[in-house]
């Protein structure tokens, strides 16, 4: 059975920085596309950043310069540098595999907020 598991999250002030991890298990993590997704309040779940498993990156416009995404096969586990954050990018925030997603995880809580 997949599972993903993310941490990181946290109440943070316009500005600050957060990293989140995403752990993945029963599945082959280092042959997957995966991505990191951001869900905010009565608003649909929207794709912000992806990394093959070649390690190629992608970032949706409005993080592009603010957050890297990153990967580590060895343990896993994705994560996501997110720096420079702003009250817009609160957010439940969920990893998954781009392509044929698996049962999302719980996600974390981002709030920016002063």
């Known amino acids: 059975q997949v599972q993903l598991v993310e941490s990181g999250g946290g109440l943070v002030q316009p500005g600050g920085s957060l990293r989140l991890s995403c752990t993945a298990s029963g599945l082959i993590f280092s042959d997957n596309y995966m991505g990191w997704y951001r869900q905010a309040p009565g608003k649909m779940r929207d794709l912000v950043a992806d990394i093959t498993n070649y390690g190629r990156t992608n970032y949706a416009g409005y993080v592009s310069g603010r957050f890297t995404i990153s990967r580590d096969n060895a343990k896993n586990t994705l994560y996501l540098q997110m720096n420079n954050l702003q009250p817009e990018d609160t957010a439940v925030y969920y990893c998954?595999?781009?392509?044929?997603?698996?049962?999302w995880g719980q996600g974390t809580q981002v709030t920016v907020s002063s």
């Open positions: 998954n595999r781009v392509r044929q997603p698996v049962d």
